[in-house]
C-alpha cells in the first residue's frame, strides 16, 4: 500500500509539469524513489495504476454518498421518522457531483491528458458496477442501461468541470456545482419516466 501512494503522489507531481502520455515508467518510478520491478509488481502499466487509483476515487465517492444517505435516515429517524429513507438517484447524484467537485484537482492531474471517452469510461463504467454492486439507488434497468444513464451522468458532471478547467477557471466554482445539479435533475426525470414506462 505504501508503494502504491507514493506511485500515486509522484503521478500527481509530474502530471502538474508534464502531460499524462509523456509520463514514463522509469520517470514516475523514479519519482516515487522505487525500482521499475517495484512498479511491476504492482501494476503492469501507468493506465494499469490510473484504473487503480480510479477505482479508489470512484469507491471514495460512492462511501461519502452512501454516509450522507445514512446521515439522513438517522436524522430521519431522529426527527420521529418511522418511514425509511429510501435511496434516492436524485440524492445520490448530487452526492457524486458533490464528491467530485471536492476531489477535482485529483481528478484533473489523473485525467487531464485523456480523451472525454477516455475519462468517461475510466469513471462511469467503475461507477455504474460499484453502484450495482451496492445497491445504493434503485433503478430497475438492465445493467446495460444503467452503464449509460451513469455515463450519461458522469459525463455532464465532469463535462461541466472540464469545460471549466480548459476555460482558465473564470465562473465561479460554485456555477458549475450549480450547473451540474441542474444536469443531474433533467437525466433523473428522464430515467424516471423509463421507469414508469412511458
Known sequence: MKTKRALFEAFDRIAQEK??????ISELAREADVDRKTFYLHYSSIEDMIDDRVGELVEGILDEVELDMQRRLQ??????GSESVKPDARVFFAGVNGAVKNILPSLARLLGGVSVDVALDRIGKPLAEEIKRREVISLSMSDEMLQIHVSALVGFILGAYG????????VPLEDIFDMS???IDVCIQEIDQIGEGR
Open 19 to 24: 502531460d499524462y502520455g509523456k509520463i514514463t
Open 163 to 170: 469545460a471549466w478547467f480548459k476555460g482558465g477557471m473564470a
Open 181 to 183: 445539479g441542474r444536469l
Open 75 to 80: 436524522d430521519c429517524e431522529s426527527e420521529g
